[in-house]
């Protein structure tokens, strides 16, 4: 599904979710919420696909019938979901296994794959930006390599990370993820610490990639 993204007029972009489904995703929300974080995390998104199939007109003319594209990552495999969309979330999201630690390269590697097997036979000048949207709750095994990847990739790729989580292990990675963005433009980080409610937590998802 192709937007256009406020501040940026004339240009599309296209987001795409690359979701850690790591064994700490399975860890309570919050210190008040033991509601597991990919619970939490399923409803906010089954509300952001609601809202992003409402605006996508070619949805019924896509294969699976559009939405959003997602690739899941997690113990140094990543999986390529196709589209998340109201018809077909609660398949999906029961298939996948959420265990193993957080390397997030694979993850990457596979979303640009994706992008590119899409929109490869397309002028570069006329692609529409690549917005991935990294939901994950933890600093990866593989940072310093995603950094370099994104410093790689910068041109035409735009990457929203959404932490999850709380206490050291939350801050640890947020001190991590927030030294990139310091030195990218492209990155922006956005600590969802503690948010136990899934309609604000797809509220604030929604305006990153809106």
Do not use: C
């Amino acid at each position: 599904m192709a937007a256009t993204p406020a501040g940026i007029p004339g240009i599309e972009k296209e987001p795409m979710l690359l979701l850690d489904t790591t064994g700490s995703m399975n860890y309570e929300t919050s210190e008040q919420d033991d509601t597991p974080r990919r619970d939490t995390i399923r409803e906010a998104i089954s509300l952001l696909v609601d809202r992003l199939a409402a605006e996508d007109s070619q949805a019924a003319h896509e294969e699976e019938g559009g939405g959003l594209r997602t690739v899941t990552f997690a113990d140094g495999r990543a999986v390529d979901q196709g589209d998340l969309n109201p018809g077909n979330l609660v398949e999906k999201w029961g298939d996948i296994r959420w265990l193993g630690p957080t390397q997030i390269m694979p993850g990457w590697n596979t979303l640009l794959e994706v992008y590119q097997d899409e929109f490869g036979q397309v002028p570069s000048d006329q692609r529409p930006l690549l917005l991935a949207l990294v939901i994950t709750d933890g600093e990866a095994l593989d940072t310093d390599s995603f950094a370099d990847a994104i410093a790689a990739a910068s041109g035409g790729v735009y990457v929203v990370i959404a932490l999850l989580g709380f206490g050291d292990e939350h801050d640890r990675a947020l001190a991590a993820y927030q030294a990139i963005e310091q030195r990218n433009a492209h990155v922006k980080v956005l600590t969802l610490s503690g948010e136990t409610n899934p309609e604000v937590i797809a509220d604030t998802l929604l305006r990153m990639i809106e």
